[in-house]
Structure formats: C-alpha cells, structure tokens
C-alpha cells in the first residue's frame, strides 16, 4: 500500500563546469544516436545515514564535486543539435545540467520495501524541470538530491541515453564521487570521446542478419505498437531473481550444457514464460533483442575512459509456438546462439545498417522484448564518501512497456540477486505469475518467497 509523505521541492538551478571549458560542436557515434537510443534514463541510489553527513553537506559536496566533473565531461553540460541526414550533434555550450534540491519528510525504512522498479515515488524522487525532457536543445541531466527524515539521502539521475549508456553514465558518477573525496583530484580514467570508433564505414556495407531492426519484416502481427501512450491497461512488477531462483532454474538443464550465465538463464526464462502469457498467435514471430557489451569486442578495442554508447543489440528470433511449447532450454540456446554471433564483424555491420537505413529503433510491439542489463554497470556502488548505496539502479524498468532493465538487488532477507521488471496488460500478467510459479514450483518449495512485486497501473 502506498505511503503519502511531504517533499518540499526548491528550484531547479543549472550546474555549469567550474572553468572554462572548450566551445565546439562534436558528433556522436553511430551507435549513440539510433532512434532507438534517443530516451531518458532515469536511475536512483539510496544512502543510509552516515555521520559524516553532519560533518559537511551532502547535498554541497556533490554540486560542488559536479561542477568540477563537468570540466572534464564538458559535453554533459551542452545540448544536442541536429545535424545534416539526421546526424545528432554535441553543441558544448557549457550551459550547464539541472540541479535540484528537496527534502522529503520520510525515513529511508519506510521506503526500503518500494526500492526496486518499478519506483511507486518516481515524481517525487526526481521532478521534471520545464524544458528538460526534449531530446534536442535541452539538458542532458537532471539531478536531484532529497534529503531524508532520517539523515539519509537519495540521488535520482536522468540521463540523455544518446549520450551515454549506463556504464559510460556510471564512470561520470564515479568521477563525481573521487572529486567529492579528493576535490582536487582529477577522475581516473579520464574520459574519452573518439566516437568516430563507433561509427559507420565508409561506404557502409552490410555482411550479417540483424534481426534487431527488421521487426516487422519478420512479424506476422497486424497489431498497433505500443508504448507509453497507450491506452491499454498494463501493470509493471518487479521480480526477484537471487540464488535460490537460478538454482531452480538451472535443474531444467540437461548434463550437456554444463554452464549458462546467470543474465542468459533469466532471460530465456523470462522471455518464454512472458511470450505464454500473451497468448498470442501460434504462427506469430517474436523477438527478444538486448544489449551485448562491445567495448572488448570492436577493433580497434574502445579505449578506458570511452563514456559513449559501448553495446550492439542483437535479437533472438522465434515463432510462439516453438517458443513455447518446447522446453526453457530452446529459448536458451536461442539467447546464447544470438550473443555469441557479436564479432567484429556483426559490430561493423549493425552499425552500417543502421546508417543505410536510418538509424531503426527497436521494436514497440508488446509482443517483442527488448532487455538492457544495467546491474554490471556499477551504480550500486557508487560512494561519495557515505558508503555505498543500499539500492542503486534503474527508477522505473525501462523506457517503454516491452523495454526492461535489470538492477542488482538485495531483497529483506539479504540476498544478493537481480530484479527484472515486466510490464503486461492485467489478464497476460496473472498469467505470467502462474507460468513462472508452475515452473518454479517443481524445483523450489519455497515458491511464494519469490515475488516481490509492487504494481503501478499506467493508462
């Protein structure tokens, strides 16, 4: 049940670099500004009462420590223009990103069994500031430090995704959090921009499959996209995965495939039991398409301190009545077979595809899954000299209804795992909730310690 509790929000300022910094205009990659990519992130860390907060202000320390960030990550502090051909570029204005102060009259206990996605507080925890929610020609972070009733602190961060993607956006948090400590330090790894590593080749060609950006041709659906402007009735739950879940999960593996990452078994998972669930056509075609990591991957190798989009989306491909009615074991296979085909040479092409046919989006279909694992990224440990974060991750689960981002969670009891947000309408997630108990069921006992789910009904 929700809480109701004040927050006492001040005005919003801008937090320019704290010197001069240099005036030009930068391209990004061909890889940051897809359509697909062009959305706000918002993330959320929270911190537990320390007594050196009484010592220097929390809420000072990390202005101050941002502004000086900024010097070195100048281009957060522009705004994006469009260029030629659709081209988005980086104008290094020094404007500045949005700052708020607030406090809010609650205790941290009080919002330790809502702090997963979906976040019930997110308005609250990280108020719109007017003109910052444009993808062009606005800020490319807004920020927001509440102090609570209890002397903890929340951090809620929106992010232009165009810019960066959740590890890149981790390493700027990360300089934050040395110059908070250290003030005149500089960050380490410096950043780095060299975009044009992620860019098309010239003339682009296309040598693989990229079943990521050709949803439609593959889909039989006559049914409308959807995202958040839809009118239909959906729920978003967050679902708990910690070790007791994947050891249920990998006793459906048979003796010959004797290793699957923990990300590759709950999304297999996940992605059948979500596909019964939407009782959809039999010979319909579904996709899941999610984001493999490249920076060990391209060649040359994206150096340290590379803060741009890093990742290439590759999609798995099945008709719903293979998908679901052979075992989980197909759909992991198909996971593993779409992540190991990531090469240089898939990298290469994707990105020419995408300028040759004008940087597609991912699909919006409800029927399709798009995942993005941010629990690797690192925010959960982030500490600006108060500790690290009891939660750190994503606010809301992902930036449409068949988008979900994974957090590193640590639920009530203190066990470490990852939470997975899913959004359906209200009939297709009751019965997700029963395929995912039946399977669980046989090699747990303890199937209702599963779930911990909080339900944000969005019209």
Known sequence: MAMQFLVRHKEAELIVPAKTTPEEIRPLSDIDDQKGHRFHLPMIMFYSYNQCMDEKNPVGVIRN?????????????G????????????????EGVVFREAIAEVRLDQLRDFMQPPFPYSKEFLI????????????LMLIQVTRLSCGGLVLAIRINHTISDAIGFVQFLNAV?????DPSSAPSPLPVWQRWLLSARNPPYVTCVHNEFEVEK?????????????????VCK???????EIKAIKKYLPPNIPYASKFDLVTAFVWRSRTIALELDPEE????????????KNKPKLPSGYYGNG??????VSKVNQLCNNSFVYALELVKKAKHEVTEGFIKSAIDYSVLHGKPGYSTLLKDWIVSDASRAGIDDVDFGWGKPIYGGTMDGGPTFNMTVYSQFRNNQGDDGLVVPVCLPVAAMENFQKEMEKMIKGPMDECNKFWHPRIISML
């Open 177 to 181: 959090s040395q110059i908070s400590k």
């Open 218 to 234: 593959n889909s039989n659906s006559c049914t409308e996209p959807t995202t958040f402007d839809s009118p239909l009735n959906l």
């Open 285 to 296: 075609i579904v996709t899941l398409t999610y984001a493999v990591n490249v920076r060990d």
């Open 128 to 139: 719109d500031a007017s003109g910052s929610t444009a993808i062009l020609d606005s800020p």
């Open 79 to 94: 705004r994006l223009i469009e260029g030629p051909s659709d081209k988005i570029l980086v104008n290094c204005t020094a």
């Open 311 to 316: 990742f290439v989306s590759p999609a798995a």
């Open 65 to 77: 420590a941002l502004a000086k960030a900024l010097v070195y990550y100048y281009p957060y502090a």
């Open 238 to 244: 967050g679902f708990f995965f910690g070790a007791q």
